[in-house]
């Protein structure tokens, strides 16, 4: 069971980003996927999560608006489009695999390593 997260890295305020989760070892249409973010010194905190169709997503009111979940499972990819980030967005972001869509992270168990996210100028 593996999950792969990647796409970030360092993008001025304002600008944007896209994060891929791709999956491999298990069914993973049969699974809601999320993705998560840990800042230095805080919490692991939801972000997005999208239901294992596809059909149904789920985001933090800290990025409503501004970020996009969307899930492939041709590709067995899910992706969360990031747009007019801002520095508080700066965090490591994981994906997580679970039974369904939830911001608990105790109700997913895979969970993929984490990619860096830095907005700053």
């Known amino acids: 069971v593996q999950l792969q997260a990647s796409g970030g890295g360092l993008v001025q305020p304002g600008g944007s980003l896209r994060l891929s989760c791709v999956a491999s070892g298990f069914n993973f249409d049969q699974y809601a996927v999320g993705w998560f973010r840990q800042a230095p010194g805080k919490e692991r905190e939801f972000v997005a999560a999208i239901t294992k169709r596809g059909g149904s997503t789920v985001y933090a009111d800290s990025v409503k608006g501004r970020f996009t979940i969307s899930k492939d499972n041709a590709k067995n990819t899910v992706y969360l489009q990031m747009n007019s980030l801002k520095p508080e967005d700066t965090a490591i972001y994981y994906c997580?695999?679970?039974?369904?869509?939830?911001?608990?992270?105790?109700?997913?168990?895979?969970w993929g390593q984490g990619t860096q996210v830095t907005v700053s100028s």
């Open positions: 997580a695999a679970g039974g369904w869509v939830n911001s608990d992270p105790r109700e997913y168990a895979y």
